[in-house]
T-cell receptor, first 117, second 109 residues
């Protein structure tokens, strides 16, 4: 499978624990995005990287959330001191810049489902 | 603030019936609008974008700036169209996609 991959696919943790998710984008895609999707809602933007630079962050990304993309390839999303409200599907997407300023299609991964007990 | 509204959560039709999935948006600039689809056990994927003005899998969507709408239509639904459909808006100068809550389409045989 040459698409966006995410690990783990499922994570169950206890409230107060830290969790880390990994996203591997499609090779040569220099843009990487994180979204969160709760039950009955559409995906909500969290943050976006171009190469290793984090260029946009949503207000949804509280101090307990941190995302990195140290070498401009894979990315990690860490949640510290998890709360029950953090239970959601965390989606990663990547895109290739293309040659124009038009929107470049975001390709989504399968997501990591987090359950905080 | 930018917002995407999908007023209906569920739509159930019989095969061969026309379908229209409604999407309204709120945005002060010139929007780029998209429809994303998620089939059962598959990833979210782009179905179509308004700027392309193309028909994908028999679906079309027209951007109506006067009514701030971007409804998705198909004249004859097929069973394989059953899926979750999300309308999304791209903010100008941003890579941030704003999604609606989604709508589940079920096409019955």
């Amino acid at each position: 499978d040459t698409g966006v991959s995410q690990n783990p696919r499922h994570k169950i943790t206890k409230r107060g624990q830290n969790v880390t998710f990994r996203c591997d984008p499609i090779s040569e895609h220099n843009r990487l995005y994180w979204y969160r999707q709760t039950l009955g809602q559409g995906p909500e933007f969290l943050t976006y990287f171009q190469n290793e630079a984090q260029l946009e962050k949503s207000r949804l990304l509280s101090d307990r959330f941190s995302a990195e993309r140290p070498k401009g390839s894979f990315s990690t999303l860490e949640i510290q001191r998890t709360e029950q409200g953090d239970s959601a599907m965390y989606l990663c997407a990547s895109s290739f810049p293309g040659t124009s300023s038009l929107y470049n299609e975001q390709f989504f991964g399968p997501g990591t489902r987090l359950t905080v007990l | 603030a930018q917002r995407v509204t999908q007023p209906e959560k569920l739509l159930s039709v019989f095969k061969g019936a026309p379908v229209e999935l409604k999407c309204n948006y709120s945005y002060s600039g010139s929007p780029e609008l998209f429809w994303y689809v998620q089939y059962s056990r598959q990833r979210l994927q782009l179905l179509l974008r308004h700027i392309s003005r193309e028909s994908i899998k028999g679906f079309t969507a027209d951007l109506n700036k006067g009514e701030t709408s971007f409804h998705l239509k198909k004249p004859f639904a097929q069973e394989e169209d059953s899926a979750m459909y999300y309308c999304a808006l791209l903010q100008g100068g941003s890579e941030k996609l704003v999604f609606g809550k989604g709508m589940k389409l079920t096409v019955n045989p």
